[in-house]
């Protein structure tokens, strides 16, 4: 029979994942640095079909209980970035910008934050999103 995901969290295997990232984590919510609340361990991203326990360290983080219950509601805020990004930028330039994130070391939640309220900054100007729009073309035919 399976396990429904509740009962896969008490699988010794996922307990010492758990016990394995607090640790790495200083035992400290990795957002507000909360060390005091009841903390839990968040998966950045969810693999259809993988174990909770399956996933590599960097894609599970300490959060306390408040940051994590923050955290289930960022689809909207996804959602909301995602739709800016099309309105101004073609794929090309989506794949410009990914690249740019993904070879970025890794942050903290907290310098994410700032990065995505910078980002939502510069969505919201028009001169700028011209400027960076003229630069991504430039630096797309070579130009820069």
């Not at 429904?4 to 996922?14: M, Q």
């Not at 010492?16 to 607090?22: C, D, S």
């Not at 306390?64 to 909301?80: D, K, L, N, S, T």
Request: aromatic share 12%; hydrophobic share 35%.
């Amino acid at each position: 029979m399976a396990k429904n995901y509740s009962e896969k969290l008490k699988d010794p295997r996922w307990q010492k994942k758990r016990l394995e990232i607090f640790e790495r984590d200083g035992w400290e919510c990795q957002v507000c640095g909360d060390k005091k609340a009841t903390l839990a361990v968040h998966h950045r991203d969810y693999v259809f079909g993988r174990e909770p326990w399956d996933y590599p360290n960097s894609s599970l983080v300490t959060l306390c209980e408040h940051c994590h219950e923050e955290e289930f509601g960022r689809a909207e805020i996804e959602q909301g970035l995602i739709h800016a990004l099309r309105k101004q930028f073609l794929t090309n330039d989506l794949s410009v910008i990914e690249d740019a994130f993904e070879s970025m070391p890794e942050y903290k939640p907290l310098d994410l934050y700032m990065i995505a309220e910078t980002i939502r900054w510069f969505l919201t100007k028009p001169e700028v999103v011209q400027e960076l729009t003229d630069r991504c073309w430039k630096y797309m035919r070579g130009e820069d």
